[in-house]
């Protein structure tokens, strides 16, 4: 790595180093600057500060289920009729963790709710219910968590 | 596309739908399966066109243990 200017970095010259394949290790240091003045921070210290969702997924069960966009979801399971489970690519710290849903209303909005259940550090289970009977629809999860 | 089905303890079928980035993070759909499918659980690999998309009935699905042949959840 060389420096172009004092205590500047010239990303243009970054050579010879190594990609990272995942995210950095918490230990792992990044540089910033405090006015011109170079300094470190421990990656999980940014992770403590900067809050991002640790999942999302957007899937529908009208005819055959389909994902159409997600984040940390290794893969959802179709349980039954409007009863999902979304399975993380990376388990979450906890089960303490929040998740945000919506579900698109396919005959009308009485008796509809989203029921979260079995919440666990791998997976959560989502049962969406119209007039009291679960039903297929089109859903958005989003979770915040450690 | 492939999906992976298995017997639930009520006797009815749970089919797991994989995401990309599961099946690349994962290392391939039989990586896959042998984690998200329960523990113990026989499992068949499948392709979408094999799962009914009416599902008018869903929750009647059902489906022979003998047929689930490509491996048990870890």
Redesign the interface.
């Known amino acids: 790595m060389a420096l172009s200017k004092a205590g500047l970095v010239d990303v243009t010259a970054i050579t010879g180093e190594t990609a990272l394949a995942s995210a950095p290790a918490a230990t792992d240091e990044l540089l910033i600057s405090d006015a011109g003045t170079l300094k470190r921070i421990d990656f999980s210290l940014t992770e403590d500060t900067v809050r991002h969702a640790k999942c999302w997924c957007k899937w529908e069960s009208i005819g055959t289920p389909a994902i159409e966009g997600s984040f940390n979801a290794a893969s959802i399971t179709d349980n039954g009729t409007g009863d999902t489970t979304i399975n993380f690519t990376t388990n979450l710290g906890d089960t303490h963790y929040a998740v945000a849903t919506s579900s698109v209303t396919q005959s009308n909005n009485n008796g509809k709710s989203d029921n979260l259940t079995d919440t666990a550090v791998d997976s959560f289970r989502l049962v969406y219910f119209e007039n009291g009977s679960a039903t297929d629809a089109r859903y958005r999860a989003i979770v915040f968590g450690n | 596309m492939k999906m ?1 089905i298995y017997k ?1 303890d009520d006797g ?1 079928v ?6 990309n ?2 099946l690349e ?2 290392g391939g759909i039989d990586n ?1 399966a042998k ?2 499918v329960p523990t113990g659980k026989k499992y068949k690999i499948v392709d ?1 066109s094999e ?1 009914l ?1 009416d ?1 008018t009935f ?2 009647a699905w059902e489906i022979d243990e003998s047929e689930l042949t490509d491996g048990v959840g870890d």
């Open positions: 992976i639930k009815g749970a089919i797991v739908i994989p995401t980035e599961g993070k994962l896959l984690r998200d979408e799962i998309s599902r869903r929750n």
